[in-house]
């Protein structure tokens, strides 16, 4: 069974256009993430929710909007496009609390803008 | 928030060898844990040791171990008898308060 799954593992689309990125964890996790990684590989935190709520909201384009239905899932829709947003997008999850430990990553959805 | 600087951005080792990564971060939080994730060419992040702060004693996964200072806000990671399946990017990371930041990473090659 697969802990974090992201759709779709690729994704190649035109500037300009709309798209979605999916994440479900079934680990039970009350906190889910989503992780930009550039082509240099730096990994950049974007977004984390907790039980639904949003906890960190780092500087990032209004363009990019993260959806939580339930605390199972966390969606990522980015609008209009640009070249710049071509990248690997990590969604992870993590129990919540001070006392917390790793975070359990999915297997990264390839953006790749034209 | 939190920062994570790791000054290597490449390195390699022969086989069977001893490699170091360095790591230093900062974090004005008393209370945090750090980790070392590997992120081979499949790119999966794969968990390879952690660290809780409180803990003095090192942290040590078969042939992966740390050198905490805590003082130095400093984390390196060891890789003894390294294996060519060590091929990896690395990233260290800190986390508080369920916020986890990571380094721009040190990409290793195992030579045969």
């Known amino acids: 069974d697969t802990a974090v799954s992201q759709t779709p593992k690729y994704l190649v689309t035109q500037m300009g256009n709309d798209k979605s990125i999916k994440c479900e964890q079934n680990?039970?996790?009350?906190?889910m993430y989503w992780y930009k990684q550039d082509s240099k590989k730096f990994l950049k935190i974007m977004f984390s929710y907790n039980n639904k709520e949003l906890i960190i909201n780092e500087t990032v384009p209004n363009r990019f909007s993260p959806k939580s239905p339930d605390k199972a899932h966390l969606n990522l829709h980015i609008n209009s496009l640009e070249l710049g947003d071509s990248a690997v997008y990590f969604c992870?999850?993590?129990?919540?609390?001070?006392?917390?430990?790793?975070?359990?990553f999915g297997e990264g959805s390839r953006l790749t803008v034209l | 928030a939190q920062t994570v600087t790791q000054s290597q951005p490449e390195m390699s080792v022969q086989e069977a060898e001893t490699v170091t990564l360095s790591c230093t971060y900062d974090?004005?939080?008393?209370?945090?844990?750090l980790f070392w994730y590997k992120q081979p060419p499949s790119r999966q992040m794969i968990l390879v040791i952690r660290q809780e702060a409180y803990k003095q004693q090192n942290a040590t996964e078969n042939r992966f171990s740390v050198n905490f200072q805590k003082a130095a806000k400093s984390f390196s990671l060891k890789i003894s008898d390294s294996q060519l399946g060590d091929t990896a990017m690395y990233f260290c990371?800190?986390?508080?308060?369920?916020?986890?930041?990571f380094g721009a990473g040190t990409r290793l090659t195992v030579k045969p």
């Open positions: 974090t004005s939080e008393s209370n945090y844990y």
């Open positions: 992870a999850s993590s129990p919540w609390g001070r006392r917390t430990g790793e975070l359990f």
């Open positions: 990371a800190t986390k508080n308060n369920n916020d986890m930041r």
């Open positions: 680990l039970g996790h009350d906190t």
